[in-house]
């Protein structure tokens, strides 16, 4: 391709709006243009990238032997209604009305139109088990869109189904996705983790998600430092590195805290670390009545100062919830926020396993302006009554974030954390959907039978983003080779003013055409640093430079994308020496 034929649409300025690396570059290096929030048209070169990125996501789902569909972007609210979804997706599911007043959304998923399509096509056991999949635009009304492609309202995703007559046919599957997601990402020559994760508004049992490696990434992932094993930091379990009550050291005191409330404060104040420190978040949680009306429950959940609650942990254990305002604390517990403590005879508490080995800490005095410091759970009898009462009501739980040094939890090593960006997720689903929409076939013993369902997603159009955000460096993108727009760069120096340069490039690039390598000519009347800041900006692994002294000379300058300097070669010897680099990057 010549770039008269295939014009770029570099920009050099940062775009105001764009806060990572690959939204910045993304619209720099003419890869996409922002219509409205949330909403890009993908240029040429964009999509150049994102249909190799379909094209290596779709070999690997073929060769699972899973059949390529494509449902409609638009989907009627009934089948929604049956798995109760239309009322508990939220405002992030795109609603409208069609002429005739019926009501329709814009589909950010397509469990229901999947399991709709199988139950009409799907009637018997001999037809399991078996996978549809498709790669087509989503809609997801994100109450924020930012990043660019990376958490944007319409996307390309690949969302793949599979149907079962049983949990061993639905794990054969689910490997066997496993490992079509590894081998997607390997071939795109992305660093990656797949990582246990929660399986959220999806549901179903089992979950993993596969992740980028990246500094940028939203998701914090645990892995150990001796095993395979890694989780999302929302699923992994906390473990402890003491497991010993240790002797009290110092006699409880009451000391005035005129306004030190929060963690950093305290300890700050009175000399303690945050371990040292007995934190008290207080939640509430919403219920209905047998009347329908809402009920307000009140939870003290205690953990170590310097660990963070896990949400999705606490809310397995006790339901949704939310933060307490000061003002609610203020009336329920007749304290200040900020001065909460362990109080005997409280009813919905939650102690963080972590704290039942806390001794000579700190901790709230349950009136305005106070703190305890050297309490310890059996030196008092209030304390020892409360650390009693949490054992015997089972009130000690896994609570927290996991952080870095804390056991593994297959007992290998230790836990360190990585930032990461998910780009897949697959999923067992189980009867979640089937059952609701009574999916089933006629089993062996003539019976009609629910079908399993697991499901399996790529994000395609993040994959390039994320892509960037681990590949690239303060000149551009630095693309994998599957992903690179073009192999080779052809850049000729003051093509126009030379004829036998003319010559000598447009044999050049014929030859390489002709090898089946993907070369971009830049044909443009250009400064040579203007053309080769384009080509480092979009990311061209190989880059041939030919001029007129370098015919003189019989030579022509290679450079690489992740090389500092040009290296000069024999004219001679260009086509194997591009065949050879590119085969070793491939």
Not at 281 to 303: I, M, P, Q, Y
Not at 327 to 344: D, K, Q, T, V
Not at 474 to 498: D, E, T, Y
Not at 546 to 560: M, P
């Amino acid at each position: 391709m010549r770039t008269s034929q295939f014009p770029l649409q570099t920009v050099k300025e940062t775009p105001a709006d764009a806060e990572i690396a690959s939204h910045q570059l993304m619209i720099r290096a003419g890869l996409i243009r922002k219509l409205a929030a949330g909403l890009y048209t993908w240029l040429p070169l964009g999509l150049k990238i994102l249909r190799k990125v379909e094209k290596i996501t779709r070999d690997e789902m073929n060769k699972t032997g899973a059949l390529e569909v494509l449902m409609p972007a638009l989907q009627p609210a009934e089948l929604w209604q049956e798995t109760g979804r239309w009322q508990k997706y939220g405002p992030e599911l795109a609603r409208l009305k069609d002429r005739h007043e019926r009501d329709f959304c814009l589909g950010p998923t397509h469990e229901e139109i999947i399991t709709d399509l199988a139950r009409h096509e799907l009637k018997s056991y001999k037809q399991l088990p078996i996978t549809f999949y498709q790669i087509q635009t989503k809609f997801r009304d994100e109450i924020r869109p930012r990043f660019g492609v990376m958490r944007c309202r319409e996307f390309i995703m690949k969302d793949a189904y599979s149907f079962h007559l049983d949990e061993a046919s639905l794990q054969q599957t689910y490997d066997a996705m496993y490992q079509a997601y590894s081998n997607i990402f390997n071939h795109l020559g992305l660093k990656f983790r797949a990582v246990i994760a929660d399986s959220g508004a999806i549901g179903g049992a089992v979950s993993h998600e596969f992740h980028v490696i990246a500094d940028s990434g939203e998701d914090a992932i645990a892995f150990s430092t001796e095993s395979h094993y890694a989780a999302n930091v929302e699923s992994a379990p906390a473990l402890n590195s003491i497991d010993i009550l240790a002797d009290a050291t110092e006699t409880r005191s009451k000391v005035e805290t005129p306004t030190q409330k929060t963690i950093a404060e305290i300890t700050e104040f009175l000399n303690v670390p945050a371990h040292k420190v007995l934190k008290t978040l207080a939640v509430v949680r919403t219920r209905k009545d047998d009347n329908g009306n809402d009920v307000h429950e009140f939870f003290n959940l205690f953990l170590r100062g310097d660990h963070e609650l896990n949400e999705i942990k606490a809310r397995k254990l006790i339901g949704d919830f939310r933060m307490a305002s000061d003002e609610e604390i203020s009336a329920h517990h007749g304290c200040s926020a900020g001065f909460l403590g362990p109080r005997p005879a409280a009813s919905h508490v939650l102690f963080d396993n972590a704290v039942k080995t806390l001794s000579d800490f700190v901790c709230g005095a349950n009136e305005a302006g106070y703190h305890y410091r050297g309490c310890n759970w059996l030196a008092n009898d209030d304390l020892r009554a409360i650390y009693q009462s949490a054992l015997a009501n089972d009130a000690f739980q896994d609570l927290r974030n996991v952080v870095a040094g804390d056991p593994s939890p297959d007992g290998q090593g230790e836990i360190t954390l990585a930032r990461g960006i998910e780009v897949g997720h697959i999923f067992q689903l189980g009867t979640k959907y089937s059952a609701s929409m009574k999916a089933g076939i006629i089993n062996e013993d003539g019976k009609h039978q629910i079908m399993i369902m697991g499901c399996y997603g790529i994000g395609i159009s993040r994959v390039v983003a994320a892509a960037i955000e681990q590949n690239h460096d303060s000149r551009g993108i630095i693309w994998p080779a599957a992903l690179a727009p073009f192999q080779v760069a052809l850049c000729p120096m003051n093509l126009h003013k030379s004829v036998r340069l003319q010559q000598a490039t447009e044999t050049l690039y014929q030859q390489l055409l002709n090898l089946g390598i993907d070369v971009l000519l830049d044909d443009r009347k250009v400064r040579a640093g203007f053309m080769f800041a384009d080509m480092e900006l979009i990311g061209i692994p190989h880059c041939i430079i030919l001029s007129d002294r370098g015919l003189d000379a019989g030579t022509f300058e290679y450079k690489a994308r992740t090389a500092k300097d040009n290296i000069e070669l024999p004219l001679t010897d260009v086509l194997s020496f591009i065949q050879n680099t590119i085969g070793k990057n491939v």
